[in-house]
Every structure is written in C-alpha cells, then in structure tokens.
C-alpha cells in the first residue's frame, strides 16, 4: 500500500506543478501571500487504518436538533492507554461511513490491487487531541467540543495518531445525527431581476420526487396572502473541474431552491416561510422570517448599505481548520448581525467562503451568515477563490478555485445575472445604481462584459439614482498592495486602460474592490492624478472616482507597499468593512469600520446637485471628458 500511495501522490503532484507552471508562464498565478488551505495538510493518500483496542472515542448526545435547531454543540471524549502524543488528532467526518471500500467507487477511480488509501473523502474539521486537555499527553485522556451544522447526512469522529502528514485511524466513535436531516435551512435573500422583486433561496434534502419547494409570503398585516413556487438546483462531482473539488472535497450539496416574490410594495416589511409540501401532503417548514422591501428607485428617504470581501468562514468551535487563520471573519459577522437593524443591503464582493474546493463549506458559510442573510438582501460578486481555473474561461489560468470554477457559488446563491456562467449584473437600490463586475473573466474593451459594463453605466437616470457604484473583486482601479505594487502596476494589468474611460464618462461616484486584504482609500484620481485636493467631504461639480480597497473582511491581511503614491488618503492594516448611507439625492456618507469593535476608523461625504453630474462643462476637466461632436 505504501508504494501504491506514493504513486498516487506522486501523479497528482506532477500534475499540479504542470498546471502552476503554466499559469506561471502566463504570468497568472495565485497570489504568493496566500496560505494553503488548511484541509489541504491532511495526507489523505498515506491514510492507513490500524484500529486499536485499548483507544476508545465517543459522542454525545447522540441526536441533535430534537427542536428545530441547525447547530449544535457535541462532547467528544476519548482515551488512549499507550503512547499519547500531541500530534494525536480528532477528525469530524460526514456522512459517518468515511472510509475508502464506502466511498471509493465515488472517485470513478479503478485499482489493480487490493492496497487503496484507506480515506478518500476529507475530515470537514479536525481538533488536536490536547486542543482543551493540556495534560492529554499524561493522562491519556481528554474531552473536545465541536459544533456541528444540520447537513443533510450523520456524523462520525475518528481518532488519529501520526499526526496530519501520516494520519492512522485507531478508534472510530458512534455515529451522530440531526432530527429530520433533509428539512429546509439556511434561507438567503437576494434583490431580482426587477428592482421590486426579492428571491429566496434555501437548501434541503428534497429533490423534486420528494416533495414541491415553495414560499408562503405576505406583507405583515397578511402573512399568508401568496404561495410562490421555486426552482430547484443542484450539482454533481462531475460538474466540477478538478481536485480536491472532484476528489477528496466532495460531498453531496443537497438541493438549493429558489423562490421569487415580485411586485412587492416599496419600503414594505414582507414575512415570509420556505418550505416543502411532501407527496403525502404534509408540510415540512424552515424558520419563519421578515424583510424590508426596496424603496421606490429615486425615493428619498435613509438607505443603508454594506460593503466588503474576502471574509471565508471559520469555526466557533476553534477547529484547527481555521484557528488562527480567518477568525476575523466571525467578528465581521457578528458586528454585522448586532448592527441588523441599520443597514438594507449587503454586499460580498468576491472570495465568499474559501472553500478552494472542499465543498461542503459552502454549508458552514450560509449557516455562518444566515442571521444576515435571512433578513436583507446579500450580494455576491465572483471572485478568483470561486471561479479560478484553467481551461473553464476564466481569465486568469490559475487553480484558486480548488477545481470548483464558479459551480457552488453560482448554484448556492441566486444573483440578478442574465446568466449563471457569466457573473456580472446591475440591480438598484433607492437611489443606489449598482454594476457589479465579475473580475475572473475578460473585462477588457471589446469583449462581452464590457459591453454590458458600458451598458449598465450609461442605463442609470442620475436625476433618480445620483449614486452610481461599482463593483469588482480584483482591483481593476488602485491599489497600494505589496503583490500589485511588486508587479508595477499597482492594480491588475490592463485593467485602468481599459475602465478608466468608462468610470469618468459616466461619472462613477465610488469603485470598490476586494482581492487585497486591507482598507484603502485614494482621492479622485484619474490618470494617476488626484483631480481634486479635498479629502473627507467633496461637494460641487464631480471631478474622478473615488476607489476604495475593502477586502479585509476575514482572511489573512495584506501588506501595503511602502512607496508612497500621490492618490492614496488612507490605509488600514487591519479587518473591516465599509458603509455607505444616502440621506438624499444630494448628501452621501461613506464610513470603514473595523470588525473588531465596529467602529468608524475613516469617514467621506459627498454633497452635490444633479447638475453636477450632467456632464464635463467644468473647464478644468475638459482634459479628462470624452471629446464633443460639433454639428455639421
């Protein structure tokens, strides 16, 4: 077995140094800062079993969610006689039956022998044995909490010595499970097509043979006056592009479901309740809910918008899955569910869960945010994390995606895209106008997404939404990071030569991006030029756009360069998220908190009339406006 597994690993690695150097060819690597993903230490292809008498592991309790509830806390105890090491570790595994003759046929992979790694599917997380025992390697013994989420399968905790390069599995637990396992979780709320329309999106364990997905909805005062039906979606292993996605990442993600309410009242609180009806006509319902609507496009009154990226996910539990690696994105989280109440809208602007391709935490990340995304609306755009890798169109030839190029985030979350492959799209809030990129495919002049950019741009009246945004995960205008800046160009390459006309034509009051993980602000800046010297209110005529880096949401920081660069106000070495809030047509307040107290750590206004956005009559800027057509 152990030549067999050197082997394997032997032709995987191979084939990734291939696909690195390829992509390092065409310049279009992951970047270099980046960590790996932490399940990815696993040796899975040197799993051997040695099952061991004298070590003993249980769980409990036994069931979970006897009253409805998603996630839950489960005590693993566990004792070994002899041999006690601190390179001992606990994996969590779903579904229960985790070794390779269950689930190998799964791989589509065909052996000679009867030697075959003993595991093919990876631990969803794992703790060290003296995680919270610190005399474990003394006594042998010792006690872990893990919290587990309702994921449509049961649950088994495996013990292993040799530590994570050379796993060997000694004792295996009883198995865990949830009540009712396939019931509806996790709703997600998303604006639609039509600026009064709202979709609802959730996960089960229905298929359509089961049981009809549907929404029972209502304003308040009438709760249950529609019943809208839903869609269902779902992928295989085969839809995926390569490992670990298609491999030892996989697990089965349910079906998603998406239901769309429309023609919804303005500014109106809607309830709502997803569920399933069963061919045997009872009923099967996830949590209740409510939302705001959206207001009428140019009706002033407060509207209230949050904007960040790169979050991820990471463990309550403190699972050594992301200990010390993305904890910053439950501050995020929490500070963003304590502020529920004064905000309307959210948007995640690319790199959402970092699953890189160990799928099932795509479950974990809606089961981490749903306190949000069940009362407003969150946006998503695709970044290199969901959508990166070679041959599947997108722009950058890497592997950042883990071999899941778009498929989950596509299917888990239902955006307003013409179509689910080509993940950019426009929507509207109130006096906002949103074009959201999707900076992974070609965003240059000429092609596809760029003529929808210049559409979405030019479509917006600015006498009914003066507030023109936009969106993209990579930095496509300025950025001080040390990654952009060692490259020269201090934003992807290309990307202002081909953009920056359009931002300026068309008056583009604020660009974010994520991609690099800090906060960054620059001036009006075009052409690398400051085109105005204020710095926390700008009033008057619009002069450039403001760019803003917030992708410090939950992973790991990035550095800034230390050259100096005229057009940047400020940084912020640290993890936070921005807001903007509109009081009217004429007075905007930007503001960057930090995840970790929720307080503002730089602010902006902008106050302006229509006027001031009509067109490029300001003598000084005639120099930066397109050129005019005389009659004839």
């Known amino acids: ?96 039956k985790f070794n390779g003759s269950e689930c190998l046929q799964d791989l589509n992979a065909t052996y000679y022998d009867d030697t075959v790694p003993f595991l093919c599917s990876s631990p969803i997380k794992f703790q060290y044995a003296n995680f919270s025992s610190p005399d474990y390697v003394k006594t042998g013994s010792g006690l872990l909490t893990f919290r587990l989420i309702k994921q449509r399968a049961d649950f088994a905790f495996g013990f292993f010595s040799g530590d994570l390069t050379d796993p060997v599995l000694q004792a295996v637990s009883n198995t865990i499970t949830f009540s009712d396992l396939k019931a509806p979780v996790y709703p997600r709320l998303a604006l639609g097509a039509a600026w009064n329309e709202i979709t609802v999106t959730w ?208 299917t888990y979350y239902s955006m307003p895209t013409t179509n689910k492959d080509r993940f950019w799209y426009g929507t509207q809030w109130g006096l906002f106008h949103f074009c959201v990129a999707d900076s992974e495919q070609d965003w240059r002049e000429g092609s596809e997404q760029y003529k929808f950019l210049e559409d979405c741009l030019r479509s917006v009246d600015r006498q009914k939404q003066p507030w023109l945004i936009f969106l993209a995960h990579r930095v496509l205008g300025y950025s001080s990071g040390s990654y952009y800046a060692l490259e020269g160009t201090f934003a992807e390459p290309m990307a202002r030569e081909s953009l920056q006309e359009l931002w300026q034509k068309y008056k583009v009051d604020i660009a974010f991006y994520g991609h690099v993980h800090n906060y960054e602000r620059t001036c009006p800046v075009y052409e690398n030029q400051c085109i105005s010297n204020e710095k926390d209110h700008y009033s008057g005529t619009y002069n450039a756009t403001i760019h803003i880096v917030a992708g410090g949401a939950g992973a790991h920081l990035s550095a800034f360069t230390t050259i100096e660069t005229q057009w940047s106000l400020v940084q912020d070495f640290d993890h936070g998220f921005t ?54």
């Not at 084939?15 to 980046?34: K, Y």
Request: hydrophobic content about 35%.
């Open 1 to 96: 077995m152990e030549l067999f597994a050197q082997a394997v690993a032997s032709i995987a690695l191979i084939m990734l140094l291939i696909i690195i150097t390829q992509t390092e060819a065409s310049g279009q690597v992951r970047r270099r800062d980046e960590p790996p993903h932490p399940l990815s230490k696993v040796a899975l292809h040197r799993s051997r079993e040695l099952l061991d008498s004298s070590v003993t592991i249980s769980a409990s309790p036994d069931l979970l969610g006897q009253n409805g509830q998603t996630a839950a806390y489960v005590t693993v105890s566990f004792k070994k006689q002899k041999g006690a090491a601190e390179t001992d570790w606990i994996g969590v595994f779903s579904p229960a």
């Open 203 to 410: 996960t089960s364990g229905y298929g359509l043979d089961e049981a009809v997905p549907l929404v029972l909805w209502g304003p308040e005062d009438n709760k249950s006056q529609f019943t809208s039906p839903a869609s269902t979606l779902t992928y295989i292993r085969k839809d995926l592009c390569g490992p670990p996605a298609r491999t030892v990442g996989w697990r089965d993600p349910g079906f998603i479901h998406t239901a769309y309410l429309e023609k919804l009242w303005p500014r109106t609180r809607y309830f709502y309740k997803f569920g399933h009806k069963l061919k045997n006509g009872k009923y099967i319902w996830g949590e209740e809910g409510f939302f705001t609507s959206a207001p009428f496009p140019g009706e002033e009154s407060l509207q209230r918008v949050i904007i960040y990226g790169d979050m991820g996910k990471a463990e309550r539990d403190g699972s050594n899955e992301y200990n010390n690696y993305q904890l910053a994105a439950l501050n995020t989280t929490d500070r963003l569910v304590e502020d529920i109440e004064n905000y309307d809208l959210v948007f995640h602007n690319g790199d959402i869960v970092y699953a890189n391709g160990y799928v099932f935490e795509w479950d974990q990340f809606t089961e981490q945010v749903v306190n949000i995304t069940s009362r407003v609306p969150y946006m998503l755009s695709s970044g290199n994390h969901e959508r990166d890798w070679p041959g599947t169109g997108s722009f950058y030839q890497n592997i950042d995606s883990g071999g899941e190029c778009g498929v989950p985030a596509e």
């Open 579 to 632: 807001k903007l809030t509109a009081f009217n047509r004429s007075s905007l307040l930007f503001e960057y908190k930090r995840s970790s107290d929720g307080l503002v750590y730089d602010q902006f206004t902008i106050t302006r009339e229509y006027k001031d956005v009509l067109g490029c009559d300001n003598t000084n800027l005639q120099q930066f406006c397109p050129p005019k057509t005389l009659a004839t």
